[in-house]
């Protein structure tokens, strides 16, 4: 059985970094262990002998194609398409500009 730790100040800021993340200290305390729970658990599925397990190439033996046939129908007009939007301009939805000019 592996030592259950917890992983060090310096990981927990790194990874709160990278995820964009501003955690408090009770926060950062509280996800150091249970990110140290899971390494942990996978440490655990390592130790196991999987030797005589044959691999699967999907977790769903016989599985078929459960796609539909692509069947083309006619498609809305345009008229119909925008008929319920509240802004539109020549034909086209309109939507606010997300990008500033420089």
Aim: charged share 40%; glycine share 2%.
């Amino acid at each position: 059985m592996t030592k259950n730790r917890e992983l060090s100040k310096e990981t927990i800021d790194h990874i709160s970094k990278l995820a964009l993340l501003d955690l408090s200290e009770d926060e950062k305390a509280k996800l150091s262990k249970e990110l140290g729970d899971i390494l942990n658990y996978f440490k655990k599925l390592e130790d196991i002998d999987t030797s005589n397990v044959k691999p699967m190439t999907h977790p769903i033996e016989g599985l078929k194609n459960v796609f539909r046939e692509d069947e083309p129908w006619e498609s809305l007009s345009n008229e119909e398409a925008l008929k319920n939007a509240k802004y539109k301009k020549d034909g086209y939805f309109k939507a606010p500009r997300i990008l500033k000019e420089k």
